[in-house]
Structure formats: C-alpha cells, structure tokens
C-alpha cells in the first residue's frame, strides 16, 4: 500500500510555488542553499524542526499549516489550539471586547477562518435589525448574513461591487490556504442569486470615497461605511492567528451624525 499523505518536501514546494518564489530565492530568505532547499523537497533531506519552522516563516505559511507541515516531517505540533471560550483566553475575550465597545456607535466584529462571528458590538446588531431568525441563530456567519437575498444584501445599495469584493477576498484566502469549510462557504455564498436594483447597468458617478464603501439603508437612512482588517502580530496560538478585527470607519458626515444620533 501506498500512503497519498503528502510529504514534507512536497507541502514546502507548494507554498512556496504559491508564494512565486524559486529555490534560490527561498535559501537566500532562510539561511540556507538552493541545493538543501531542493534535497528537501524532492525528500532526500529530512529537514530539522527548526528549518521547517523557518522555511514556514519566510513562506509566511498560516500558523494551522504550520503545524501541518511539522506533522508531515515527523515532529509534534509546535502551535496549540485553544478554544476561544477557554479560560486561559479570558483576557483575550477581555480585551476584544472593550476594543468593540469602544469603537462604538461605529460597527466592529470579530471573525474566524471561516466568517463565524465570534464577537460583535451593537453597531453590527443595530444593522442586523429585522433579519430572519434562521440567519441570526449561532454560529452567525458574515458572509451568509451579507449576501444572502434574506440578509443584508436587499439592504446593499452598490451590492454588485461590495459582493465583488467580498468574493474576491474569500478566493485570494483559499488560493492561500487549504481550507475545506472556506471553499464550502465560498461555493454556497457565490451561489446566491442577485436581484436587479434601479440604476444596474448605468455607468456610476465618481464618488470622493477613500476606498469601496459599503453602502447600506438602515430605516430609511443610506449609511456610508469603509472597512478595515486587523490580525495578531506574530501569533502563537491557531485560533488567535485566524481571528480578524473588522471595524466599519463612517465614509461621510451624514453617517456619523446619524449613528452617533442614536447613541444620544
């Protein structure tokens, strides 16, 4: 019997053609030589845990892949996975939570590797309003609750642009990582059917946004928000490392005069 487990070398070589980086380059970047680099994808070398731990860093290989690949070359994981809920991550949930709390009336969430919403403050619940039970039962997913025709997406004014990016995001993750529940998502959301707004089609006005913005009604107010991304630095853990901070910044002043209205 053969095993159709992939190697070591084999999973190197992939990430780093991923990366578009040659043998050469890729020494250069660990310390190392184009030959050892080669002996070790090709399997006449076994590398050591720390080169595959270095080879792993400068391919910028995701923290759960990591750990994949010191499996594969016969080593223990080095990255734990704690459960979000776990003690050990109390000041973890702490600290996420004063940072959405603080953002407020602006909206902000946290998600997984796979869009669950793990943490959200009321900014994202007050646009939540008067979605369908079955989109808001847990695990909430922010793709799902986006794009679905149920969802937010009637709400979208520029939903043809936003999904395009959104989309577009999800492909540029998958093509990165190995990540079955992302392609599933991916494949169910892009499914969706887009309906028709007044004006599709019509060449659109140039607009003094610093970025795509995100362009939803919420009772009977348009809302103007650009998004913005923040990960962990350097992290050690592989649920903190595929955690995502989305915080939605107000793109024009009748936005903000509205949602700090509301905190009034």
């Not at 892009?190 to 007044?198: D, L």
């Not at 599709?200 to 809302?223: K, M, N, R, S, T």
Request: net charge negative; glycine share 6%.
């Amino acid at each position: 019997m053969t095993s159709t487990t992939p190697t070591v070398g084999v999973l190197l070589r992939t990430w780093r053609e991923r990366r578009g980086i040659s043998q050469l380059e890729l020494a250069g970047r660990a310390d190392s030589s184009s030959r050892h680099i080669s002996f070790i994808e090709t399997g006449r070398s076994r590398p050591s845990e720390e080169m595959v731990l270095r080879l792993a860093d400068r391919l910028d290989v995701p923290v759960r892949e990591r750990n994949a690949l010191l499996l594969a070359a016969g080593y223990a994981p080095h990255y734990a996975q704690t459960p979000l809920d776990a003690p050990a991550m109390e000041t973890l949930r702490e600290g996420i939570q004063r940072l959405l709390t603080g953002y407020e009336p602006y909206p902000a969430l946290v998600v997984d590797a796979t869009y669950q919403v793990v943490a959200a403050n009321r900014g994202i619940m007050m646009l939540l309003d008067g979605l369908p039970e079955h989109l808001l039962t847990p695990p909430l997913n922010a793709m799902r609750i986006t794009l679905h025709p149920q969802g937010l997406a009637p709400r979208i004014h520029n939903l043809r642009e936003w999904r395009g990016h959104l989309l577009a995001q999800m492909e540029r993750q998958i093509a990165l990582a190995r990540s079955e529940p992302l392609r599933a998502l991916y494949e169910e959301v892009s499914a969706y059917p887009v309906a028709e707004r007044p004006g599709d089609g019509e060449p659109a006005e140039p607009v003094p946004y610093i970025a795509l913005p995100l362009v939803i009604e919420h009772d009977g107010q348009l809302l103007s928000f650009v998004s913005s991304i923040a990960t962990f630095n350097t992290p050690m853990d592989v649920t903190v490392a595929e955690l995502a901070i989305e915080t939605m910044l107000p793109a024009d002043p009748a936005t903000v005069k509205y949602l700090r209205s509301l905190g009034d």
